[in-house]
Nanobody, 116 residues
Framework: QVQLVESGGGSVQTGGSLRLSCEAY????????MNWYRQSPEKQYDLVAS???????NYADSVKGRFTISGDNVRKQVYLQMDGLRPEDSAVYYC??????????WGQGTQVTVSS
């Protein structure tokens, strides 16, 4: 059974940092990318950052220079280091594994709250 488990969310003040982690269980091969999304108040899922198995990273404009995505292909883990957090970064953050055959697996989400 495939399961993505996120951790590391919490509450910080503006300018603070958090590090999110996501580990994929039950996947032996076939991951193309690992991604972090966040859900907006309008319930839309916005891509925050992604990283391919080759290590190519991509970021939303709103987080460039503040967030850093990294991954461990062996442990099937992905991390999101979030620095310089702002109140508008508050959201539920989700990890997604993008598979070679077009499948996607999502985690259950972890709450990030940034207070001013």
């Amino acid at each position: 059974q495939v399961q993505l488990v996120e951790s590391g969310g919490g509450s910080v003040q503006t300018g603070g940092s958090l590090r999110l982690s996501c580990e994929a269980y039950g996947i032996t091969s076939g991951i193309e990318s690992m991604n972090w999304y966040r859900q907006s108040p309008e319930k839309q899922y916005d891509l925050v950052a992604s990283i391919t198995v080759a290590g190519a990273a991509n970021y939303a404009d709103s987080v460039k220079g503040r967030f850093t995505i990294s991954g461990d292909n062996v442990r099937k883990q992905v991390y999101l280091q979030m620095d310089g957090l702002r109140p508008e970064d508050s959201a539920v953050y989700y990890c997604k594994a993008g598979m070679q055959v077009g499948l996607e697996y999502w985690g259950q989400g972890t709450q990030v709250t940034v207070s001013s």
